[in-house]
């Protein structure tokens, strides 16, 4: 079904979705979720589980994912597996045809899930060659439609992908961030048991965390390590920031151009650094500090995206298998003096972590939180809040 064209505008036999790339080629296959069509920027994610987390994840907000794995949705989806209260992913493309669950936590079948949720899912697709050619080619724009008839206006799409303007320059963060500020006290998961609920004890380390899309598994890995933490709005003033009394700020993940979402990020992380306020950041937050200090990001060819990635933690030299989702960088060559690498990629050399040697500062371009991937990097949440309880 997976047929890769330039010409052909009639859809093959039982084709009801389409996915059409910015150079024109058109991607057939059988739509499932939600029927209607999205643009975005396409990428390929390589995790072997945890698909709900990742459509929910807001850093793929403008994104639709190719899910390497073949099988996607085989488990169902539930309640907990999820890092939003939406998915912000805009569509999934999938090799094999979303069987019947077959788990014990699922709750409600993906195809179910997707309609529910406005989202759309295409499957029958050579994700393999897909995934070639972005690697190839880099990262397209595309939209990804779904038509229970097979109905398509496909000039009308391949104009709707070309016109897109991409991510570069594009500030995400306002889409997805919290509008309110508000508490978390919930902790980690536990087969059986759920969520450790109302974890926080009221005398630990507050941790402001400025959202610019946070997953909820970093505020539930915070509370873990022994924090208790607010939530602000990724436009929040130094001044907002400072009325709740934080003894650290956590800048987090999210989607789009650092060097547009910094435009008024960065003021406020500056000040954070002057006055030697403990900041900890992940992913775009990682590009926040770096901006903050004065080196430059810039676009990946493909970005990482994926719950396998190597990096190699320079103080030690050991190497810690982590879970990415990223399309833009820190430029290593452009920190200054008193930012110093301490992690680096090993797909590609790419920087996956620094620190200052003047601020109690650090942050990684990875996902210490998972949800999916490996936990082998909780120790940075322990780290950070066992930082703001010593005396200043």
């Known amino acids: 079904m997976a047929e890769t064209e330039h010409a052909r505008h009639n859809p093959p036999a039982g084709a009801t979705g389409v996915l059409v790339l910015g150079d024109g080629t058109l991607i057939w296959g059988r ?56 998915p912000h992913a805009l569509g999934m493309v999938v090799r094999e045809d979303v069987t019947e669950q077959a788990n014990f936590r699922a709750t409600q079948h993906l195809d179910a899930w997707l309609k529910q949720n406005g989202r759309i899912g295409l499957s029958g ?23 229970a008839k097979g109905e398509f206006d496909v000039e009308a799409l391949r104009q709707k992908a070309r016109a897109w303007p991409g991510l570069e320059g594009m500030d995400l963060a306002k889409q997805v961030s919290a509008t309110q500020t ?13 969520y450790d609920v109302d974890a ?6 507050h941790v402001v965390a400025i959202d610019y899309g946070l997953k909820r598994n970093i505020l539930r890995n915070l509370v873990a390590a022994g924090a208790r933490v607010t939530v602000v709005p990724a436009t929040a003033t130094f001044e907002e920031v400072m009325a709740h009394n934080p003894d650290g700020v956590f800048l987090s993940n999210g989607p789009g151009d650092p060097a ?14 002057e006055i030697g306020k403990p900041l900890f950041g992940i992913c775009l937050g990682h590009q ?100 703001l309880r010593k005396p200043a």
């Open 31 to 86: 739509g499932f979720g939600a029927e209607g069509e999205a643009v975005g920027e396409v990428c390929f994610n390589t995790a072997m589980t945890g698909y709900q987390e990742v459509m929910t994840d807001p850093s793929y907000a403008g994104q639709i994912i190719n899910f390497t794995f073949p099988h996607i949705g085989n488990v169902g989806t539930n309640p907990e597996d999820v890092e939003a209260s939406n």
């Open 200 to 205: 926080a004890a009221a005398d630990a380390p």
């Open 125 to 147: 697709v050579d994700t393999r060659a897909l995934t070639r050619a972005i690697r190839i080619n880099g990262a397209p724009n595309g939209v990804i439609a779904h038509n």
């Open 182 to 194: 508000y508490k978390w006290g919930d902790g980690l998961w536990t087969l059986g048991e759920g």
């Open 288 to 387: 926040m500090l770096g901006l903050a200090v004065g080196a430059r990001t810039y676009k990946m060819h493909q970005g990482h995206r994926g719950a396998n990635h190597p990096v190699k933690r320079a103080s030690d030299g050991c190497v810690e298998i982590t879970s990415m989702n990223h399309g833009f960088a820190v430029d290593a060559d452009s920190l200054p003096a008193n930012a110093e690498p301490t992690h680096v990629s090993l797909f590609d050399g790419s920087l996956a972590g620094l620190r200052l040697t003047d601020k109690p500062a650090f942050s990684v371009q990875y996902h210490p939180e998972a949800s999916p991937g490996p936990q082998d990097s909780h120790y940075l949440f322990e780290q950070f809040v066992d930082q």
């Open 260 to 273: 547009a979402t910094g435009e008024y990020a960065v003021p406020v992380i500056r000040k954070l650094l």
